[in-house]
């Protein structure tokens, strides 16, 4: 009875880890799609309604998605301080602080800070510009991971229970 529990949470565990594995795949993917959809949404703030950075910063910060507002709501907090830092140190510092825990790899930090040279600076082309080029490096970013969730989520998931069996056969 004490070498059944013991199998079942070995191999319960080893199963834990690949679910896991799978479930941080699925996480980027979700967050590089909310972050696709909220650079439309500033794109659309920007050019059809003008609506200054802090006010699109504070909507963004109320937004459903956990992610998204995780990020947004820090970059509002530091635009709250009068700490006479530029707006590109603080969208970066609010990328850089909150992406990893996201869900964003360096790749997607990287592109979303190199954003952040251009919002609120330059005239409304260039911001736009700017946007559509990040959105399409996302969106490739996007593509990468969707394919990284189908090859090596199942991949993860199986050979975690597979080494939990063959840990299971080696200590029996």
């Known amino acids: 009875m004490l070498k059944m529990i013991g199998i079942v949470l070995i191999i319960g565990s080893f199963a834990g880890i690949g679910v896991s594995q799978r479930r941080q795949f699925r996480s980027h993917v979700t967050v590089l799609g909310d972050l696709i959809s909220v650079l439309d949404v ?17 909507k963004l910060a109320a937004d459903s998605r956990p992610q998204i507002a995780l990020i947004f709501r820090t970059m509002q907090d530091s635009m709250e301080r009068d700490d006479s830092l530029s707006l590109t140190f603080k969208w970066m510092k609010a990328f850089r602080d909150c992406g990893q825990e996201a869900g964003l790899n360096e790749e997607d930090i990287a592109i979303l800070c190199d954003l952040s040279e251009f919002i609120g600076k330059y005239d409304l082309k260039a911001q736009q510009r700017s946007i559509d080029y990040a959105r399409s490096r996302l ?18 998931r199986t050979c975690c229970v597979a080494a939990g069996i063959l840990l299971v056969l080696v200590l029996l």
Do not use: D
């Open 139 to 156: 969106s490739r970013q996007l593509e990468i991971a969707s394919a990284e969730l189908k090859s090596k989520g199942m991949v993860y």
């Open 42 to 58: 500033i794109a659309g703030e920007l050019s059809y309604h003008l609506t200054s950075v802090p006010e699109l910063v504070k």
